[in-house]
């Protein structure tokens, strides 16, 4: 087997040990143009970059390297030190309503257009997550309207 092949295989097996703790962890980018690579190494090669305050999914921790999953489902590494503890969510539904209170009857605080940030202030009743507009407005929105929770 060649050595490649043999990363490859570790790096699969890492990935499916990690399964049961899908979704429980998100981060966001916390530097401009992070560089998403597809293996864990700064030889490997760079995918793309990604814009600051994007949310992530922590798919798998390696060290100093971390498997992310972005809203649109690629997975890719990046160096730890480029993510923050920081919780942003992403606005996917055309339209995301923030609202005064966690109910579709509150009042209209504001509204957020597709790909928008708001900052994860705290989880709210089932269905719902309290966020913050850059701005400093705040309130909540539905989680089916954000990715990132």
């Known amino acids: 087997m060649s050595a490649a092949a043999r990363r490859a295989a570790v790096l699969c097996a890492l990935t499916?040990?990690?399964a049961p703790a899908w979704a429980l962890e998100f981060r966001s980018v916390a530097e401009p143009g992070a560089v998403m690579f597809?293996?864990?190494?700064?030889?490997?090669?760079?995918?793309?970059l990604v814009a600051r305050g994007t949310p992530v999914e922590v798919v798998v921790?390696?060290?100093e390297w971390i498997k992310v999953r972005d809203a649109a489902g690629d997975l890719a590494?990046?160096?730890?030190?480029?993510?923050?503890?920081?919780r942003m969510l992403i606005v996917t539904a055309a339209t995301a309503e923030v609202r005064g209170q966690a109910d579709a009857a509150a009042a209209l605080v504001f509204e957020a257009e597709k790909d928008v940030l708001l900052e994860f202030v705290?989880?709210?009743p089932p269905g719902w997550a309290k966020v913050r507009h850059r701005d400093g407005q705040s309130g909540f929105v539905r989680?089916?309207?954000v990715w990132g929770l």
């Open 16 to 18: 499916f040990a990690a």
């Open 38 to 48: 597809d293996a864990p190494s700064q030889k490997a090669r760079p995918l793309f």
């Open 61 to 63: 921790s390696l060290g």
């Open 77 to 86: 590494w990046v160096e730890r030190p480029a993510l923050a503890e920081k």
């Open 122 to 124: 705290e989880p709210g």
């Open 143 to 145: 989680a089916s309207q």
